[in-house]
């Protein structure tokens, strides 16, 4: 079982910056995905990003793209979301989400989440 724990979050003023952290327990899997969700209040969660295993850069959803970066750092066993230019839109939990691929059998993992709160 992975455990994943995200932090980072906080309150930020409009055009401001934050970084998020999912710190994940360790797996060897070689097929993955990691995604960041978020969900505002009264709102569905939505997707905001993903990085697949050797498959090339992250992709952003158009509400974010351009100003939010993904990265992994595998010897931290750690996955960032850096966001610039916050707007009150931004607003909501910040999740992680796993998904493992074994074999055509997925497994999903969901961190606990971590609360951002943009002022305008």
């Known amino acids: 079982q992975v455990q994943l724990v995200e932090s980072g979050g906080g309150l930020a003023h409009t055009g401001g910056s934050l970084r998020l952290s999912c710190v994940d327990s360790?797996?060897?899997?070689?097929?993955?995905?990691m995604d960041w969700y978020r969900q505002a209040p009264g709102k569905e969660r939505e997707w905001v990003a993903t990085?697949?295993?050797?498959?090339?850069?992250?992709r952003y959803a158009d509400a974010v793209n351009g100003r939010v970066t993904m990265s992994r750092d595998n010897a931290k066993n750690t996955t960032y979301l850096h966001m610039d230019r916050l707007k009150p839109d931004d607003t909501g939990v910040y999740y992680c989400?796993?998904?493992?691929?074994?074999?055509?059998?997925?497994?999903?993992?969901w961190g606990q989440g971590t609360q951002v709160t943009v002022s305008s």
């Open positions: 360790g797996f060897t899997f070689s097929s993955y995905a």
């Open positions: 989400h796993l998904v493992r691929n074994s074999g055509g059998a997925f497994s999903h993992y």
């Open positions: 990085m697949i295993s050797d498959h090339g850069p992250p």
